[in-house]
């Protein structure tokens, strides 16, 4: 393979370990995924981006595309499905890529990292990177998929109302109080 | 104000542009939030973040932060309230952060982007972003908070099982089926 996105294998490894803490895997795979759905799709479009996990994936997706979790064009659906979709917003027209589980016999140390074969100390890390850089696309599957896009549309904010309990603002429509203090809070009473 | 985790507020706009496509009002807001969180909390330990909206912060945290969606560290609440916690990964303490609305009297640009008392195409960034820039911390408020971090634990991935309905690998726990399988989907049929 020559590259992901424009970038060179390194480049890229480079940059997910800056931005994700570790070379991983997941995320390796991830670049080629997003090169081949980009490769895939009608240049200058402006394209979302769906994750059926949220694995890794997504931050292959935020590296390499304008998507990211704050601005809304990264959708996380968590299937646990190793696969990605990249789409364009109004109609829904787009591809899907996910990791072929029937194409890895070829490649053991990917296979053996991804169905868990292994235990994570015994792993060869390097191992796995390199056969992941040889394999590139030849793992992956590619499908043309139209996504409904209204069922991904985050709800507009709408009023804002100040929430009896906490004294937070907080998006009225979610009822007389706020989310957490209805309930939903993770913070252990003090 | 001087910066935020020791960027000058210029280069963090800059970051802000390329990561999440524009200069928007909430992740400056969301990187101060992030400076008087992290110079609040002891140094040399390891911390995981939330955002108590899906909403520009995730972004900030990902930019000044190891944490990210795709490695784990950072939990998004749909809480629509403008607040993040930084804590300690197995202990659960740690520092809340939000945008404390009864400050903003002094600051009408941001009371009237926040509150949306003013159309969005009738606002002036550049006065908002100049607002925020000089209010810093002044308009945050912050408290000490104990997270329950089981509540908040991915469930591990477990075992893997092939779908009989699309033939991709998914985490058996889900069921018979993959979550999409199953109704989840949100690809419209062919």
Redesign the interface.
Known sequence: MTGICGHSLDEYLAMVER???NR?PG?LIGGFMVDLATRNLPPGEFHDA?C?T???????V?LLT?C?????W?K????????L?MYEKSG?EGV?V??D??KLERWPAIKAW???LTPKKEQDLQAILDQIGKAGHAILAMEK????PK??Q?PK?GA?A?CPA??????AR?GDR???CLG?T???P?
């Open positions: 931005f994700h803490g991983a995320i769906i059926e949220a694995v890794c994936l997504p931050d292959a935020q304008p990211t979790t704050g601005n809304g990264l996380v659906l968590e299937f646990g499905r190793f696969a979709t829904g899907r996910h990791l589980a029937g991804f169905f868990k998929v139209r996504v409904d069922s991904l985050r904010l804002i100040v906490c004294g937070e603002a907080y998006p979610d706020c989310r957490a939903e993770p913070y252990l003090a």
